[in-house]
């Protein structure tokens, strides 16, 4: 997504606005959310001279798609990301600790909005994009979507009484353990 600013010059206040469709690039996104590559991206942008470089400002209209990060179910909505980057003409001179990759340059007349408009874009999605507020998501233990099964339960049985359980019916005694199963033999016996 390069874009010519020839014409622009470098005379202060001179503008020129740009309403474009551009393919969405690889890598528009997060692990759950994100721009389909080759989808629209529609721009909305205005470049402007200013006296260190040239100024780009505007809008990006994106389709988002991804899954829910409590229940996985798909999800996809649309979204419009403010844009906002200054192109140096020239390197300004930075500090010792500042970064050069955070300085961007306009580069034999061009400008490439590529980088620019992927952080705007990725820094604007959810980290645990959500289908609705009120998703109850999945059982931890099972896997079970909460939203089909609203009384979906596991009994939780504390591990330090656990032995306890086999101890109850061995208490009640051998006959409670297990049923008497009579013969046919047995009841003749017994008339």
Not at 18 to 41: R, W
Not at 51 to 71: A, F, K, M, N, P
Not at 86 to 109: K, S
Request: with cysteine; hydrophobic share 35%.
């Amino acid at each position: 997504m390069v874009f010519n600013v020839r014409d622009l010059g470098r005379s202060p206040g001179s503008m020129r606005t740009v309403e474009e469709h551009v393919p969405a690039p690889k890598d528009f996104g997060v692990a759950l959310i994100g721009v389909q590559e080759g989808s629209s991206m529609e721009l909305d942008l205005r470049f402007e001279a200013v006296h260190e470089g040239i100024l780009v400002s505007g809008t990006v209209d994106v389709e988002v798609s991804g899954e829910c990060g409590r229940c996985l179910d798909p999800l996809s909505y649309g979204t419009s990301v403010d844009v906002q980057e200054l192109f140096y003409y020239d390197a300004p001179e930075m500090a010792e600790d500042e970064e050069e990759d955070l300085q961007r340059q306009v580069e034999n007349d061009t400008v490439n909005l590529e980088p620019v408009l992927r952080d705007a874009v990725v820094t604007s999605l959810p980290f645990q994009p959500v289908c609705r507020e009120d998703c109850q998501g999945l059982c931890a233990e099972c896997g079970a979507r909460l939203e089909d099964d609203p009384g979906h339960r596991h009994e939780v049985l504390d591990p330090r009484w656990a032995a306890l359980t086999g101890l109850a019916g061995a208490a009640a005694g051998p006959e409670a353990a297990e049923p008497e199963v009579k013969t046919e033999s047995d009841k003749r016996e017994e008339s």
